[in-house]
Nanobody, 118 residues
């Protein structure tokens, strides 16, 4: 059983901040690569940020300097701190988990809506 549950989405004004949380199954969290993706209406789902079990991070160019991904292994939770939000950040944000082995399955959360007003 592998489950990912996102929370923390909402409506914020441009320039504001929001923190997303993703609670993951204990069985895989500590060794999994965790990521945040987002999908806006009519657009492809895109990688926002990812973090390895060792803490190495990667960000989409569009969010570098504004978003920070982190993980708390004790709580089996990954976070996405979003600052200086822009209207173009509006999307459904999905939590993602994958074991660092070729061919391993990818797990997704249900998504949480983030809306940034002008």
């Amino acid at each position: 059983q592998v489950q990912l549950v996102e929370s923390g989405g909402g409506l914020v004004q441009a320039g504001g901040s929001l923190r997303l949380s993703c609670a993951a199954s204990r069985t895989i969290f500590r060794i999994a690569i965790m990521g945040w993706y987002r999908q806006a209406p009519g657009k492809q789902r895109e990688l926002v940020a990812a973090i390895t079990s060792g803490g190495t991070t990667n960000y989409a160019d569009s969010v570098k300097g504004r978003f920070t991904i982190s993980r708390d292994n004790a709580k089996n939770t990954v976070y996405l701190q979003m600052n200086s939000l822009k209207p173009e950040d509006t999307a459904v944000y999905f939590c993602n988990a994958k074991l660092p082995t070729v061919g391993s399955p990818v797990y997704w959360g249900q998504g949480t809506q983030v809306t940034v007003s002008s």
